[in-house]
């Protein structure tokens, strides 16, 4: 590799910081990026990314279905620029929208934060997420919303973080009342106290005023409780806290959490300023040739998802790559691993909410939407040099069960293909009863939504319209050591065992319950919440 490409790699990744945000719905997720979009100056008044979304057209069927819903399906990753610093942050989709697309996104991603609503702390959604991130050892960075509202006490708050996730917590910030006396935080590493202004709208960049720990005004300016509280609650956080330890962070056991309020924009800059110290930079990732370092020369990249027919004109589809090494370049050709096909990448896209604007260049960190005549399917690696794969994307475990019936046999060939097309691009799961009569196929999914998707599609695409059977089973575990294991255990009670769409077996409980009678009973069946990567 030329010293200046090396040069010009290295500048690129060491100003890069690539994060998703995870969250239950309502914890202020849109009001959240729409700040940092605020304060990266991508947008000037917050409220754009909404606006811009409501003033769009329907431009296909697909986004006519999302504002019928008024939710966003896709999921879309902004780029912005803060303090020389290009963040790129993959937007997972929220809401009733959850999706498996929002446990892939997590693959792209080299840091996640974590937002809760200081009034109802960890929520179904974030803990979910929060599982996968642990799985992938993401560094993950605390942001407590919604202090100008009456919350729960933040050491009660830190405490739940570390009951239940079993992760370490370091207030970076710490608030100093609550609710309509919030008065600001206070900044622990700066040991300075910023005051909360209460702007109208917080349309803005708030304003705060900053003063010393020492300084004699703080007095006057804060009620003297709320002083006191303060300096107590300090201490007693010194005292029993760790310190802050990056290397814990960066492998995902320690959280830096702070604490702000997105509506009003207040903790949103501090949070900015120290998520950029202290976020790892695009790194290393495991392939089937090792650890490919970033110093690695030649492009080499990964599919996390795919999306369909997002212009209905052109009927096309989208696969977003994560730059892992090297340079891309537009209509540069790569080499498909797993089909061993030689692929001109033409027509890159560079995603800034639902705007596509062509892009010329893409660094490690980055991700970049081609265009996919049907050739990439999620997990798969893209790559120049010599032959590697990464570590697929794993099948998360389903918590929705139901049967797709074709009422129309003369649509039998339109239906086969329409399931077919649409498992390959991760759209749903597909799973099949071991009872051979029971030949139609049991649509599997994370959310509800995935089934609406796909009956939509195969009514729109394909020109079936399907019919649903909802099955009563919340939770699928598939049987490490295949069939054979299955047959040494013998009969199992409340629980159907189906098998994927690679014939691997699969048990579909209706509850946890059940699973953990199942799992006491067999102390010798091996089961996995996370299907085997194929
Ligand atoms: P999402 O579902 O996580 O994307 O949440 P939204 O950003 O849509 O926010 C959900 C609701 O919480 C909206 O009504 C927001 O105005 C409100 N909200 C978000 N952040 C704050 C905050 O800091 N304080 C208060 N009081 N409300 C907030």
């Not at 392939?287 to 212009?311: C, H, R, W």
């Not at 399931?419 to 051979?436: C, H, K, W």
């Not at 077996?505 to 799992?519: D, R, S």
Request: charged share 25%; net charge negative; proline share 5%.
């Amino acid at each position: 590799m030329s010293t200046e490409l090396q040069t010009e790699l290295q500048a690129a990744v060491e100003r890069r910081r690539n994060f998703a945000i995870i969250s239950h719905p309502d914890a202020g997720k849109t009001t959240l990026t729409e700040k940092l979009l605020l304060y990266g100056g991508a947008i000037h008044e917050a409220g754009a990314v909404k606006a811009r979304r409501s003033q769009r057209k329907a431009t296909s069927d697909w986004m006519e279905m999302e504002q019928q819903r008024g939710i966003s399906i896709t999921s879309t990753v902004l780029q912005f620029e803060y303090q020389g610093c290009q963040i790129n942050l993959l937007d997972t989709p929220g809401h009733q929208d959850f999706s498996e697309d929002t446990y892939r996104t997590l693959a792209a991603a080299d840091n996640a934060v974590m937002l809760i609503d200081a009034a109802k702390g960890l929520e179904p959604q974030t803990r979910k997420l929060f599982e996968v991130c642990r799985l992938r050892r993401l560094p993950i960075f605390t942001f407590v919303n919604k202090l100008d509202r009456p919350g729960r006490e933040p050491l009660e708050l830190l405490d739940e973080i570390e009951q239940e996730l079993g992760l370490q917590t370091y207030a970076v910030n710490w608030p100093i009342g609550m609710g309509d006396r919030f008065k600001g935080v206070f900044d622990r590493c700066h040991q300075q106290i910023h005051l909360f202004e209460r702007s109208a709208h917080g349309s803005r960049e708030a304003k705060d005023t900053v003063i010393n720990l020492g300084d004699p005004r703080i007095e006057a300016l804060l009620e003297q409780d709320l002083y006191y509280q303060l300096k107590e609650e300090l201490e007693l956080i010194e005292g029993i806290g760790p310190e802050l330890d990056l290397e814990q962070v960066h492998q995902g056991q320690m959280t830096p959490v702070f604490f702000g309020s997105a509506m009003t924009n207040f903790g949103v800059q501090l949070f900015l300023d120290s998520f950029l110290d202290y976020a790892l930079k695009p790194y290393a990732r495991n392939s089937s040739e090792g650890t490919i370092p970033l110093e690695y020369p030649e492009f080499t990249g990964f599919v996390f998802k795919l999306q369909a027919n997002m212009d209905s004109k052109h009927r096309d589809r989208v696969a977003f790559v994560r730059v892992c090494t090297g340079k891309f370049e537009k209509d540069m050709t790569v080499n498909h691993a797993r089909t061993g096909k030689i692929v001109r990448l033409s027509r890159p896209q560079k995603l800034f909410a639902q705007d596509r604007e062509s892009i010329d260049v893409a660094y490690p960190g980055d991700v970049i939407g081609l265009n996919n005549p049907g050739v990439f399917a999620i997990g798969d690696t893209i790559y120049n040099g010599k032959k590697l794969e990464y570590e697929g994307i794993p099948c998360f475990s389903p918590e929705l069960f139901a049967y797709l019936r074709n009422p129309n046999p003369s649509k039998f060939k339109q239906f086969h293909k329409g399931v077919t097309e649409l498992r390959e691009e991760g759209a749903v799961q597909i799973m099949y009863s071991v009872d051979e009569a029971k030949r139609d196929p049991i649509l599997a999914a994370v959310g509800q939504l995935q089934f609406e998707v796909v009956q939509f599609r195969m009514q729109n695409e394909y020109g079936v319209e399907t019919r649903l059977e909802a099955l009563p089973y919340s939770v699928a575990r598939w049987v490490t050591g295949g069939w054979d294991a299955l047959d040494k255990v013998g009969r199992l009670f409340n629980t159907v065992i189906v098998k994927d769409n690679w014939g691997r077996p699969v048990l579909l409980f209706k509850n946890e319950w059940n699973l953990n009678q199942v799992m006491e009973d067999h102390p010798e069946l091996k089961l996995s919440a996370i299907a085997p990567v194929v």
